[in-house]
């Protein structure tokens, strides 16, 4: 089963429809680093990570990690873990996952540039939360509401096919 973006406003799995949005610059199959697109492709998705002190564990049938203050997801295009989950380091630049929005409450990182890393083509895409649809740097975000719900319905073996 697959996920489709089908554009910048719509995401659909099964017989549902979601509004969601998508990188600030649109879709992009030669994606850069901090370029503000979303990645066309299919790919895999990670595990749900989720923040504990703000939710509780949510229903899914997908593998769960909870955030904590020193995880980081690594966009250092100079550091041997890029495009990956990291100890915060000061010396190491990331994204923070423990915010003080809620953007990333609940996100899933979606494997682009994944497997056979390849430096400056791009980090940390995820599927995340948004309150206000507004243009996201390259990743597809949806209301906490339908989030919820696609997690119901996706498994280990969903992959994401992100169209124009």
């Known amino acids: 089963m697959t996920i489709i973006v089908k554009n910048k406003h719509t995401l659909l799995f099964k017989d549902f429809q979601f509004r969601c ?13 901090g370029d503000k697109k979303t990645p066309i492709g299919i790919f895999d998705l990670g595990y749900l990570y989720y923040r504990a002190d703000r939710l509780r564990k949510p229903f899914t049938n997908l593998k ?21 989950l990291i100890k915060i380091n000061k010396n190491i630049r990331h994204e923070k996952l423990f915010r003080k929005d809620h953007k ?13 890393v390849v430096p400056k083509k791009g980090s ?7 309150k206000n649809y507004q243009p996201t740097a390259g990743c597809i975000a949806l209301s906490k509401k339908d989030f919820l719900i696609l997690i119901k319905l996706i498994n280990k073996n969903t992959k994401i096919k992100i169209l124009r």
């Open 64 to 84: 769960t990690r909870k955030i904590n203050k020193n995880m980081g997801w690594c966009n250092d295009v100079n550091y041997k873990k890029y495009n990956k």
């Open 21 to 33: 949005c998508v990188g600030k610059n649109k879709f992009s199959k030669k994606k850069t680093e």
């Open 104 to 116: 990333y409450d609940l996100f899933i990182p979606i494997k682009y540039n994944y497997h056979k």
């Open 124 to 130: 940390a895409i995820f599927i995340h939360l948004t």
